[in-house]
């Protein structure tokens, strides 16, 4: 559960700072719900830039965004890209809901939303006194950061030196204080040392990704209800949803599977992690190239007891695709040899390296379960190309000159000629060795409990259940911190 105490001294100082920089918290609801937004926000968000360092931003922390750089509103219907057949080689519609129009150009910035906010309008948060520290593998810092600013607090961003250099060029100008730990997108042990360091300081207060609850809670009542809405506006007579794949990053937004399965109990929720750490599927470790997912161990917040598969993406395959989805040469090979219009090459910008991935889960899950003409498949893309055009031209030194040949070869190799090796579909007994996992990370070295361990598989309804049911309570305290700031009225 989310601790939801008010520190009433706090919260008065917390309602002034709002009060006084003209800061309206958003509720879970109207992200679920944007159209319920009041006018005089949407009127005032005509004016403002999707990434625009203004408080009203925070109410485009939905997945129902206009696809507008600026002044856009809000749409029934998520932004979504439908891959085609042609491209995945298997017959199921895969359908990828788009991280690329919220603020940042990620989602992230929703699942910071959710552990920042319980603790802002509970006043177990203090602007005026605490720094709000993210612990990240690039984009939930990014996240953090954004949010921290939008509620007038100072936010410290924490990733590993090895993330792409748009990714500290972004954080510095927002004016985030960064560290830089050692190694790449897998070594989150060395992040965690380092929060374990900052904790001695009571200036800093960890919002730790992978532990704390608001992030599934946000996952679950936002992204899971959003995917839901996106599949009731495209299935055709006869089909069901069969089957989503998120990678584990966090592991929040596998809690949107969560929410999905409720709505779908006969669907397959897989979670995806890199061959070169393939920590879920074979108590593996290493490093990778997968930008968006950190490994070497569970998160605490993984319901791995409602996981379905375990599939391990070689992060050449994304490497590859990346490379393919966002040149000219490989765009030219789309548009002749697969047909695509330039409305869907345009779309296949919106995969970043992780969404790439997620794809990749989709179509290995639809080979393993042989999905038809009647199954759907959904997935997220985290984020965009955006933050990784220094990794194109990266490829392109390594590999050298592209062109229509290499892009052909890359499609067949890459995506068409995906196997079934390297996933596993989880008995009981594999759910349990994973969720074990967690002991030697979080019992062992980051203060929990064997009983607290003990309760998220046993204790399902006082636990996951109760999370994701406290939006409501959450949702009052947002309401009452808005009315005592007066900024509504």
Same mark, same amino acid.
Not at 150 to 166: D, F, K, T, Y
Not at 201 to 215: K, L, S, V
């Given at each position: ?316 395959? #994304?490497?590859? *695709?990346?490379? =393919?989805?966002?040149?000219? !040469? %490989? ?5 002749? +040899?697969?047909?695509? &219009? ?107 409990? #064997?009983?607290? *361990?003990?309760? =998220?598989?046993?204790?399902? !309804? %006082? ?5 994701? +049911?406290?939006?409501? &309570? ?16």
């Amino acid at each position: 559960m989310i601790d939801l105490t008010k520190n009433e001294a706090a919260l008065e100082r917390n309602i002034q700072n709002a009060k006084e920089n003209g800061i309206i918290i958003p509720t879970i609801h109207e992200m679920q719900h944007p159209e319920e937004i009041p006018g005089k926000i949407k009127d005032k968000l005509k004016n403002v830039g999707l990434w625009d360092v203004n408080p009203l931003n925070l109410f485009r922390i939905t997945w129902k965004n206009e696809p507008k750089e600026s002044g856009g509103l809000f749409q029934e219907v998520p932004n979504y890209v439908e891959l085609p057949s042609e491209l995945t080689g298997v017959p199921c519609r895969i359908i990828a809901m788009v991280g690329k129009w919220f603020p940042t150009g990620c989602h992230k910035v929703g699942a910071s939303f959710g552990c920042l906010a319980p603790r802002l309008v509970t006043g177990q948060f203090d602007v005026q006194k605490h720094k709000a520290v993210w612990p990240s593998t690039g984009n939930y810092c990014r996240g953090g950061a954004f949010n921290s600013r939008l509620m007038g607090a100072q936010g410290v961003a924490i990733l590993p030196a090895e993330m792409s250099q748009e990714r500290f060029d972004w954080l510095h100008e927002i004016g985030a204080e960064v560290i830089a730990t050692p190694g790449c997108e897998s070594n989150v042990k060395e992040i965690f040392d380092k929060t374990n360091e900052l904790k001695q300081d009571p200036q800093y207060m960890i919002f730790n990704q992978f532990e704390e609850m608001g992030n599934p809670l946000w996952h679950y009542n936002v992204t899971g209800n959003a995917l839901e809405d996106v599949y009731n506006a495209i299935k055709k007579p006869g089909q069901r949803l069969a089957g989503a794949c998120f990678t584990s990053g966090s592991a929040g937004t596998m809690s949107a599977g969560d929410r999905l399965k409720e709505l779908h109990p006969q669907m397959k929720l897989g979670v995806g992690e890199a061959l070169q750490c393939p920590t879920i599927l074979n108590n593996g470790f290493g490093g990778h190239r997968i930008e968006g997912i950190g490994d070497k161990h569970i998160p605490w917040i993984h319901n791995v007891k409602n996981s379905d598969m375990a599939i391990a993406i070689d992060d050449e395959d #994304s490497q590859r *695709l990346l490379r =393919l989805f966002n040149t000219p !040469e %490989g765009q030219k090979y789309m548009k002749e +040899a697969l047909g695509f &219009d330039d409305e869907l090459i345009e779309k296949l910008t919106w995969l970043g390296i992780s969404g790439i991935a997620n794809m990749l889960c989709c179509i290995k899950m639809a080979k393993y379960y042989e999905f038809t003409e009647r199954d759907v498949v959904v997935t997220v893309l985290t984020d965009s190309a955006v933050m990784y055009q220094s990794r194109i031209n990266e490829l392109n030194e390594m590999y050298g000159a592209y062109d229509v040949n290499e892009a052909r070869l890359d499609h067949n190799l890459h995506i068409l000629n995906l196997k079934t090796d390297s996933l596993m579909e989880m008995t009981y007994a594999d759910r349990k060795r994973v969720h074990n996992l967690k002991y030697y990370t979080w019992v062992e070295q980051q203060g929990k409990t #064997s009983e607290e *361990l003990n309760a =998220l598989w046993y204790d399902t !309804e %006082g636990t996951w259940d109760a999370v994701h +049911a406290q939006a409501k &309570d959450l949702d009052e305290l947002i309401c009452e911190f808005n009315e005592r700031t007066g900024l509504l009225k």
